[in-house]
Structure formats: C-alpha cells, structure tokens
C-alpha cells in the first residue's frame, strides 16, 4: 500500500488543532471520532493562554529547536515548594492519534526527570497530556522515523523528523526511565507505575466548563491535577497539572461552582453541592498556602543531610519540626509529637508556619538539627526499638514517650544528677557556641531559669544575650517552658532527677465542668459541674474522683498554662469561678462556694505558673493573667514572650528586657483593631507615642484576651471619666460628634436648635456608648441633626452632669455678676475647680459653639440662640431658669479669655476657616462641589477598617509629606531599600497608580470618585525601575505592545475591539502608536516605522496606572492603563500589555523619568518625622463649607479677613 502523504500543520482541520486538553482522537465518554469535534469547540471558548501566534512555523527542523529551548511561560514565575524539574528535551514531535488516523498532530513535547508532557504549542502553559517517567514500562522504534511510548495500560506513538532525532528523544526517554527506577529502588517511596510521591489531600470528580462530562481531579501537594476519569488517576496518567503558586481560588456566582485561575487560564468548576465546593476550597487554599508560604526553609533545612530524613522514624522530606528539642520529623510522627504536649515538643510545621521561621530559627537547626538531636536523645536505642517510616501509630507513641518524656535514650552527661553543677555548667555553656553541650544539659536537667549569680545578668537567657550568643539566646527561648525527661524507677548509675517547680501547694474540694476548646459563651449550670478533689504540688494541678483515690481523674501542668481568668460574680452556676487555659488549646473551668476559697486557689496557680520576673503582677486584683507573645512595633523582627495583667481599663505588661511594668490606659487608646486572616491575627493597642502588637498564636486563649480587652476599653458607666477617652481627656464620643458636625454642619442652618429622628438618634446614641471608638460617622448615613442630637442628649443624661453636681450652683451664681471682669475672673477659678475630663470637655464644646456662631448668618445660631439650646443642656434645667444660658454665653462670648486661648492658636484657627472657605468658593465657581476636600482618609497597606487613618492635607501637601506622615503614626520604621509610595487606586478600573514623590495631594483628592482612594505601602518594583535608568542611556523608549483602545464617551465605555499588536515609541515629549514596523535601519537600533504614526499624545497629560480590567480578558498579567484627558474633558484611555514583567517596569521606569525630568525618586528623601496632629481643644478641623458663595463671603469676613497664605499661589 502507497504511504499517505501527511498533509503540513497549517492544512490540518481546526477541530484537531484548536487548544484543547483532550483532543487527541478521543473524548471523555470514550464515544466514537465524531464526539471529539464537539469537545474541542467547547474548550475553545476557553483559551489555553492565548499563547498561539500567527508567526509560528509549524515545520522547525530539530536542530534548530534542541540545542536553545525556548522559555516556558511557568519558567519566570515564583518557585514553589516544590522545584521545577530541569527539562532534559524539548521539541515538535508528530503525534499519532489513538484510533491510527493518518492525520498526524503536531506537538510540543517536553521531557523532565519526572514526566513526558506534550502541549499544542511551545508556549502554552498547561499540557494536553502527562505520562509519569515512572509509568513508562519501555520506548521501542517502529519505523519510520516512529517511535513508541509504552506504559502498562496504553501506548504513545510520535513521529520524528528524522532517525537520527527519534533516536535522541528515545535515549533521552529511556535514560530517564532508568535513572527513575534507580531512584524508587532507593527511596522505596513509591512502586513502579503507581502516581505520585505523596497521598492526595483531596480528589473527586468535577465539572470543568467547557466539556461534557466530568474531570477527576486531585489536589496534591502544592499541585492540582487533572485526569479524564478515576482509571487514569490510578494509572498516574493525566491531562495537566496546576502549579499553586501562581494559583487563585474565589466563589463564583453559582453557590455550587468555584474559579481557580492563573494568569494563563481561568478553570471554572462545579461540584456536587455547596459542602462539597467548600471541602474543594479549602483544599486547594491549602495548596496555595503550601506554595507560597515557607517552601524556602524546607529546602534551607534540608540542606544539611540528616535534616532530610525523620529523627525519629527516618521517613525522606520531613516537613515538620519540633522547635524546641531542634530535631525534623514528618507529619505522621509530628502528630504523637503532638500528643506529648507544648511542655515536651513544640511543634511547627516547615511550610505553614511562616511566623515562626525566623533567620536565627533557621542558623540553629542548621547548627543543630537531626545531627546533634539524634546524637543525644538516641545515643542508646536498641534496634529492636527503632522506628520505621511505615511504624503503626501505637509504636510511634511508646517509642517517643520513651525517647522525649522519659528520656530512655539519651547520652546522659557527665554532671547529671548534680542540679548545681548542671546549673553552673548551662551558666558558662550560653557564654559560648556550643550548642550541642546546651542541648546535653538542658536535656539531663539544668534549670534554663536557674540563678546565675550575677544581678545583671540574672539569668542564662540573660548570660547569653551579654556575651552576643543569639543561637543560644533562640535555643534558651524555645526551651522556656519544656520540661526535662522525667526517669522510670530504675536507671542507669541509680540517678533520679526531678525539675525545680515553685513550692506552691493548696488542696480541697472544687467544682469543676469537662474542659472545653473553645471559648464558653453560655452559663454553665450549677448540674454541669462535678466535685472534684484538686491538689496543686509540685508545679501540678490533679483532680480526683474524691480525697481517697489515689489515681488522678486528669491534671493540669504549671508549665503548660497560659492564662488565668476570673469571670464576674454569678456568670456562672457558682457564683465563683475562674477559667486554668493551657498550651494544648483546652479550657476548664472550677467553680467554687465562696469568694475566699476562690481568691486563694486564684493566687496558689497564679504563684505556681508565673515567673518571678513578673511575680509584682499578683499583687493586681486582675481579671486575667497569663503570657502572650507580642511585638513592641513593626521594626522588631522576632516576636516575644511577655506577661500580662488586666485589672479594670488598664492593662499591664511585663517585658523580658525589664520587669518594670508598663501599664495602658484602654480607655485612651487612639486605636484598637485586629489585623491578619483568621489563622494568624494580632491585636493591635495603639496609645500616643506607642504601639504594642500581640499576636494570637494560640486561638482560644487570645480570643480570650481579644474579648476582654475590648470590653475594658469599652465605655463602662454614664459619667464622664468612665467613658472612653482620647489624648487629651475629651471623650472620645463627644470628639466624635463635635469633629463630624465641624466638617459637615457648620453651615447647616438651624444647626443644634433643630432635632434629629429620635429612633436614629437613639440607634447613633446607643453604638456610641457601647464602642465609640469604632463607630466611623460618615456624610450621607448619618445626617447632622441626628448627631447634635445624639451629642445633647449625651451631655443632658449624664448622671452628675458636665458642670458637676456641687459647683452648678456656683455657676449660676457667677453670672449675676456685673462686672465684667470680676466674672470672667470667676468663671476662670471654677473651671480650674472642675475634674481634668469636665475641664477638658467643657473647653473642647464652647471652642466648637465659638467655631459655630462665627458662621451665623449662614446657619442662624448666634451666641444668644447658641445659649438657648445648650443651657439648659449642660445644666439639665428645665429651661426656665435664664441663668444657664447667660452662664453658656458668657463662656462663648469670652471664649478666648477664659479658656486661655492664645494667639497662635486663634491664628490657626483663622487660617483653616479662611482657606476651606477659599477652597469652597472655588469649587462653587468651577461648577464642582467636594465634602471635606481637607479631610481625607488614606490606608496603609490594604483597605480595611482598622488600615485606615484621618489625615488634615492642606495644599502644599506632596505626596512624599502624606507618606511619612502614615507611617509616622503607625509607628514604622524606614528602612534601607523601603520604597513607601501613595497610590491612587480605581476599584472600578482595577488599576492603581504610584504618586510622584513631589505630586500635590490636594489636587488628586478632588478628582477621586466613588470607588477611589489612596493608600500608603511599598512600591516593589521601584528599585528594579531605578536600576534600569541608571543602565539606560536616554530617554526613550520602543517595542511592541498589546493595544486596546477604550473612550469614555459621555460616561459611557464604548469597547473598540480586542488586543492587537502595536508598535510605541515614547520620547521626552509625546507617546505615538504605529501600526506597522517596516524594515530595521543599518545605522539605528530602532526599527523604521511608518512616517505617521496612527496616534500620538502629549506625554506630560497622561496618567498611567498598573493593572488591566479582567473582563477585557487582557492577553498578559503584566498590562496598564494610560488615561488621557482632551480640552473638551473627554476621557480617552487605553489598555497596553507587555510580555514580561521587567518589560512592564521598563515601559514605567521610562514613563515617570520623562514626566518629571528624570526625578524619579528623591535622591535624599526626607525622613523627618511629621509631628502628629493632636486633639487640641481650640483648634477646629478642616470642614466643607455648604451654602451659596455669598453666604460663605459674609461669613468668613465676620471671622477673619486675610486669606491663607499658603493658598495664595494656588
């Protein structure tokens, strides 16, 4: 029979060479040919990374392509945990379809040392099919330049285009295959044939949009992979598998369906029922987290050879650690870790914990590690006893109980049992950096706290920090609380040891309920608890079943608790209770008859499980006690342990670097938040001049705290000193409604004397008491007239009333005087009377009625209507006594005299009235009108509630002065190579921009929308684009682009088509697009384009922001968005792709080097910290003006007439 003659690639038919998956002759049902066409049309709506392009040559000889492989499009993305297997070969191969159709399809084939991959094209991103190296049984020549691949259960046939070539890809197949089989036969990790090294963490069938029938699908590792069915996931034979670390998850609209995308495609999939997707996304958050996390220390670890096999059973890639004994071990021997509890192994994971991980972390297990761990804890194991990868859990349990509690194996030192001797020998063993030895002596018993004889230096934590030993300092730390190895009755040399506890004991009957992991939300009965005998002796709390047993019900290690709490009276069944929290997350609860009993159990565990560092805490009538790990400000690399004590709104601290004790008033904190995901939060107390981080590391005893603390800097009674407080004593409620009408109702005519809705103002009145720390008021929910209303009924309900009970009098009195001065003298001398709060909130409330009737003929309160609503306010009069409003008259009226009010801070006062009225007026005449153009809120980092910061812009404000304005007020330090930038972000646009360093503020806030705001955080790519111009001669700029063009036109977005291929060049004063490029000149480096470009802008009119819209289905990850304002204000804007990422930070470099004459970034940027604007009581925020320009004319001449200075150039 005559050969066929195969018909080239171009003249191939669509349907065999459109990007599918699962073209290959055969669908998923396993149907005949004609099902394939419909399959492939499906997937096509789905692009396989739009990688195709026409230039492609489908016929490249194969000496070209094998010596110099082209990039991958996975080859630049972040490496996983997981490295990326080196490709051995790379090249077109014709592949034979299974039914032996004559129609061959072209194929890019890929080889590592793990699979054989082919794709539709050398750029696409996932593969069409996968066949492990370890499932190929052999490779045999069939003829032809044809060669085949076979597994146990299905044959491969591809067609080289020469023998010499087919004769290449079967060596480097069977070379492959061989090294494989050498390396199963050593690590025995897996059989030949059998998928994967690793278990699956979850697998089960989906739908994949795009095709017919379902996907088997298995998330492994950091990995997701796809199968046609559950046969050829057993096979280990696949379609293509999802590297995490470039992954995403999010719910889609459908409550059964998921999206996991990636730059090169987005898989949309559908399970069973909503439980199902919830299992699905948790699963591959978990491979994404896996990726991204800590995969560096695991390979860093396992650097040094022992570190790469268990310690104790010596299973191949450990990926747990016990941080306190320094040993590796893998996840089935990290669980009976586990269950010896925090005070014997601490255990992390190498990938998970990435908070934990610290460089001085990583040095000691590289110094230490599974070397000198099994050098001394397994000195003496028999082989009999020794562990083995597939051990049963039981065996793993006896043998660790043996070799970590008990200590049977270990290399017992030469001093043990003289607790002297190994105290003095752990005392000098930290001043050195032998490790080894510190590990020996802890292990045989030397007390890590015990004294050191020096008073300076108390202790060999600190011994070992005076001498500069910060591995020992790492190792001394993590060994805080473990307990050293307790001995059987009989041992070695006859030697018994025992740790030092603190000589506390106490016994009697208490009732107690089943300890709990999680927080107890509901009253416990008096039925739920049951009498128990509890002994406290020797750093152990027992309870038995009555005073004779002599076995235990359970006990409670001194070391292992965390936190003590006392509940109020009758929370409980008994009226007195108190909460024991312990390392290993569990809860329980005692109850006891009366308050003495309690107290003295109270103060016994308090004795037993605090150190003497922080033994002054007891003397507290706390609430709750216990140790925490925290952070003094963001620049400290290392979380510590601290000891903290909550008694009332103040909360005290002991740190390790002194046992002073430093207390917080809650109640006057300037912030409380909590940041991070739910796994990893801290707790965050900002105090003036302070901010303290407390991370939750464990769960259920920092929710504890969490719950706690809030409630203590919550408003805890009616009168003023009980309410929450800000710096300079104004309560925080009374601020809150005095700065929101200042900004949004000085101009609100009829202000004070009109009333809000009172079932709003109530609402307002009630969130404000309960936390007006956190309640944000905000322009267009709340309107003015509610929170003057809220604020009146506020000063009218409080118990003891602003002027105070037993002076009200006096004040009345005063203003009967007729003399002028004699009363103002009066005034003067009972203001000073009054408590710092009343004092302070009294001057803080008739500096802002002064600010209000300056602007009377706007809004129609002058000093006499001012007094008419507020004195019998104040008072709480019923307003027939005239007296106290002559009394808020006179206050008002001579406001500057008795409040002390000096000219400085009257000026400044003159100033922002006088410069926002400016403003004001502006914005009437340009037709525009903005709510607090001064005030501004600005976040760091992200947006979120607890990101965000208030921040007063006046005009000269850049964008440099607003940064180091943020970050001084978060406390964060500048460091070398901190490239801290304001960013304008468009939500709707899914775009931001970098602010210039010198760009006015101001200006941006007016243009801002809806759906805009600026945020404050680090531009990573800034020091990739200043070494780029340093290396660049010039400036200009060239290349192809992906174009599309987008024009606003009357507010609407009118598409014009997809992306094309476009030529740009950008120069010092315009960007012009070309169509086309014609032929490159012999004398430039440059292309030569068309004379006339197709468009051209002015450079210095364009904004540029990083980011493309997603529904324009951008070609590329690395896209911007140019912005280009006409004459007429039309907006014109288009969306520019480029292929790589430094292609895109070139193109931008280039932008902001031509836009700003080559200042890109300052080159001696200032970091003089921006003094913080505090709460001064006669000082008046930026406010808005309302009302027509006139009415804002009179008023501002009635206050003051000279203009701001600083906006006289504006």
């Not at 901010?691 to 805890?716: C, N, P, V």
């Amino acid at each position: 029979m005559t050969k066929k003659e195969e018909p080239p690639a171009s003249q191939v038919p669509r349907a065999v060479r459109v990007a599918s998956l699962l073209s290959e002759g055969e669908d998923l049902s396993g149907d005949d040919q004609g099902d394939e066409d419909e399959d492939d049309y499906a997937y096509e709506r789905v692009p396989n990374g739009d990688w195709h392009t026409s230039s492609l040559s489908s016929s490249l000889p194969s000496s070209l392509l094998t010596p110099e492989l082209p990039p991958h499009p996975m080859d630049g993305l972040p490496v996983g945990p997981t490295p990326t297997p080196l490709v051995i070969k790379a090249g077109w191969l014709d592949k034979n379809p299974p039914q032996g159709s004559y129609i061959y399809q072209k194929r890019w084939v890929r080889l590592d040392a793990n699979h054989l991959r082919y794709f539709d094209s050398n750029k696409d991103a996932y593969s069409k099919r996968f066949v492990p190296v370890a499932c190929i049984s052999r490779v045999a020549a069939i003829g032809d330049q044809k060669f085949e691949v076979i597994t146990n259960n299905r044959t491969f046939a591809f067609r080289a285009e020469s023998d010499a070539e087919r004769k290449e890809w079967m060596q480097a197949l069977q070379q492959a295959v061989a090294e494989q089989r050498a390396r199963a036969r050593v690590s025995s990790a897996y059989p030949l044939g059998v998928q994967g090294s690793e278990p699956h963490d979850h697998a089960g069938s989906l739908e994949l949009r795009g095709f017919k029938n379902k996907l088997y699908v298995a998330v492994v590792g950091d990995k997701v992979e796809l199968y046609k069915n559950l046969e050829e996931y057993r096979l280990g034979i696949g379609i293509t598998f999802i590297d995490m670390s470039v992954g995403n998850v999010k719910e889609a609209a459908d409550r059964r369906s998921f999206d996991l995308t990636t730059p090169y495609r987005i898989f949309s999939f559908s399970a069973e029922s909503e439980l199902e997707k919830e299992q699905w996304l948790e699963a591959m958050q978990g491979a994404i987290a896996e990726a991204l996390s800590t995969s560096e220390v695991a390979e860093r670890i396992w650097a040094m050879a022992p570190n790469r096999f268990c310690a104790d059973c010596g299973a191949a890639q450990p990926d747990w650690a016990s941080i306190n004994l320094c040993v590796v071990i893998c996840k089935r021997c990290a669980g009976e870790h586990r269950g010896l509890g925090a005070g014997i192994s601490k255990v992390r994971s190498l990938k998970m914990d990435r908070k934990v991980w610290t460089e001085t972390l990583i040095e000691l297990f590289l110094q230490l590690g599974n070397a000198a761990g099994n050098h001394f804890w397994a000195a003496n194991v028999p082989p009999s006893e020794a562990l083995q990868p597939n051990s049963s859990p039981s065996a793993r349990r006896c043998h660790l109980e043996a070799k970590y509690r008990e200590g049977k194996y270990r290399r017992y030192h030469p001093l043990f049992g003289n607790q002297e001797e190994l105290d003095k020998a752990l005392c000098a063993a930290v001043t050195t950096s032998d490790l080894a030895e510190t590990q020996a002596l802890l292990g045989c018993g030397a007390g890590v706290n015990c004294f050191s004889g020096d008073p300076k230096a108390p202790t060999p934590l600190a011994l070992a920090e005076q001498a500069g030993q910060t591995l020992q300092m790492e190792f001394l730390r993590n060994n805080r609380t473990t307990e050293a190895p307790r001995l059987d009755s009989v041992r070695p040399l006859e030697k018994h040891y025992s740790v030092i506890l603190p000589t506390v004991s106490h016994s009697s009957f208490v009732y107690k309920t089943a300890s709990a992991g999680k927080l107890l939300q509901d009253r416990r009965a008096r039925e739920e608890f049951s009498r128990r005998w509890c002994v406290l002796s020797d750093g152990v709390l027992s309870y038995y079943e009555n005073e004779r047993a002599v076995t235990p019900n359970g006990e409670i290690r001194a070391s292992e608790i965390v936190c003590l709490a006392v509940p109020t009276p009758d929370t409980h069944g008994f009226e007195h209770t108190f909460e024991v929290y312990t390392e290993g997350e569990r809860l329980y609860l005692f109850g006891l008859e009366t308050a003495e009993q309690a107290r003295e159990w109270i103060k016994c565990i308090a004795k037993a499980f605090v150190p003497p560092l922080a033994e002054d805490l007891l003397a507290r009538d706390f609430e709750r006690l216990g140790r925490l790990p925290y952070k003094a400000g963001l620049s400290l690399q290392q979380a510590q342990e601290g000891w903290f004590a909550l008694t009332g709104s103040e909360l005290y601290a002991v740190f390790p670097e002194g046992p002073c004790e430093e207390p917080l008033q809650l109640r006057k904190l300037q912030e409380l938040s909590v940041q991070g995901d739910s796994e990893n939060q801290v707790l965050v107390l900002v105090e003036r001049r302070r901010t303290l981080y407390i991370q939750g590391e464990r769960r259920l005893d920092f929710m504890g705290w969490l719950g706690a603390i809030q409630k203590a800097a919550a408003s805890s009674g009616d009168t003023l000193s009980e309410q929450q407080l800000g710096d300079s004593d104004i309560p925080v409620i009374v601020y809150r409604c005095v700065d929101y009408i200042t900004q949004y109702g000085l101009t609100s005519e009829g202000i004070y004397r009109k009333c809000g809705q009172t079932s709003k103002t109530l609402r307002l009145l009630e969130s404000l008491r309960l936390d007006a720390r956190s309640v944000r008021l905000k322009e267009g929910e709340q309107h003015v007239d509610d929170v003057s209303s809220a604020l009146k009924r506020f000063l009218r309900d409080l118990p003891d009333g602003l002027f105070t009970r037993v002076q009200r009098l006096a004040w009345l009195e005063a203003s009967e005087i007729e003399d002028e001065e004699e009363k103002v003298s009066r005034y003067r001398e009972l203001l000073a009377r009054l408590p710092p709060v009343n004092r302070a909130t009294v001057k803080a409330l008739i500096s802002h009625l002064y600010c209000v009737q300056c602007f009377s003929d706007t809004n129609q309160m002058n000093t006499h209507n001012l007094a008419i609503v507020f004195g019998p306010t104040l008072f709480q009069t019923d307003g027939q006594d005239y007296k106290a409003g002559r009394v808020v008259e006179d206050l008002i009226s001579h406001y500057v005299v008795v409040f002390s009010v000096d000219e400085e801070e009257l000026r400044k006062q003159r100033e922002e009235v006088t410069a926002i009225v400016k403003m004001r007026v502006a914005g009437t005449a340009s037709g525009t009108q903005h709510a607090g153009d001064f005030i501004c809120t600005v976040y760091l980092e992200e947006k979120k509630a607890e990101a965000e910061q208030h921040v007063k812009i006046p005009a000269s404000m850049t964008a440099e002065e607003l940064t180091l304005e943020i970050l001084d007020r978060r406390n964060v330090g500048i460091r070398e190579k901190d490239y801290w930038t304001c960013f304008e972000v468009n939500e709707r646009e899914e775009a931001e921009r970098p602010l210039h360093f010198a760009e006015k503020v101001l200006p941006i806030l007016h243009g801002l929308g809806t759906d805009s705001y600026l945020v404050v955080k680090k531009h990573q790519s800034m020091e990739a684009m200043l070494l780029y111009l340093a290396s660049h001669v010039g400036e200009t700029k060239h290349g192809m682009m992906k174009f599309r063009e987008d024009r606003s036109l009357l507010g609407l977005g009118l598409p014009t088509g997809g992306f094309h291929d476009r030529y740009f060049i950008l120069n010092s004063s315009c960007l012009r697009l070309y169509k086309e490029v014609r032929s490159q000149r012999p004398w430039s480096g440059a292309p030569e384009t068309s004379h006339r470009p197709e468009k051209e802008w002015p450079v210095r009119s364009l904004k540029v922001y990083l980011g493309v819209k997603k529904k324009l289905r951008p070609p590329t990850c690395w896209g911007f968005t140019v912005i280009h304002e006409t004459e007429k204000h039309e907006k014109q804007q288009w969306y520019l792709c480029c292929e790589t990422q430094m292609e895109l930070r070139e193109w931008l470099a280039t932008f902001l080097f031509v836009q700003h004459d080559g200042l890109v970034w300052p080159s001696e940027p200032s970091r003089v910290s921006r003094a913080a604007p505090e709460v001064r009581l006669g000082s008046i925020s930026l406010i808005p003006l309302r009302g027509s320009e006139n009415e804002m004319r009179r008023s501002v001449a009635a206050f003051s007439a000279d203009p701001l200075s600083l906006l006289r150039n504006v």
